[in-house]
């Protein structure tokens, strides 16, 4: 029953790819011509360059890094002096020292680690290596002793 438009089916299925080519091309064309044609114009940035300090790292315990624009870095109370080009390059130890201030609660005169077996006088060399987190407080030598701890 259907034999006889078998012969049609090529024909049919071209005409439907030219008509499909036909829209396609139609469409590329339509937008092309849509886009409006700009120049493209480049022009000399002449703003005022805002003022901008770059650090590149920490290299072989130096600081490293840049200044852009009239930006003025200051490290450990020392300005930085740039180069010619705004490259500067100081030592670090200011950003490498760790600062750890221990508050002592009021009335207490020595201190033990939890981790240890010793007291110390507050003041004392060895109070000031133990860990502020590890720190025990006594008014007395012997509260320390009562505690465990050996002078």
Known sequence: MFSK??????AVG???????????????VTCRLALPQT???????????????????IRNGYLEGSVVGDGRFVLGGHAVVTDHSGAFRVPAAPLLTNMITVT????????????????????????????????????TAEAAEQAGYQK
């Open 5 to 10: 438009y078998l012969d049609y089916v090529p």
């Open 14 to 28: 071209a005409l439907l790819l030219a008509c499909l080519l036909g829209y396609l091309i139609g469409r590329i």
């Open 39 to 57: 120049p493209i114009a480049l022009t000399e940035d002449i703003r005022p360059l805002v003022p901008t300090i770059r650090v590149d790292g």
């Open 104 to 139: 002592v609660p009021e009335g207490m005169k020595f201190v033990a680690s939890k981790n240890g077996k010793k007291y110390y006088a507050v003041g004392s060399a060895s109070a000031a290596q133990i860990a502020p987190i590890n720190r025990i407080y006594f008014r």
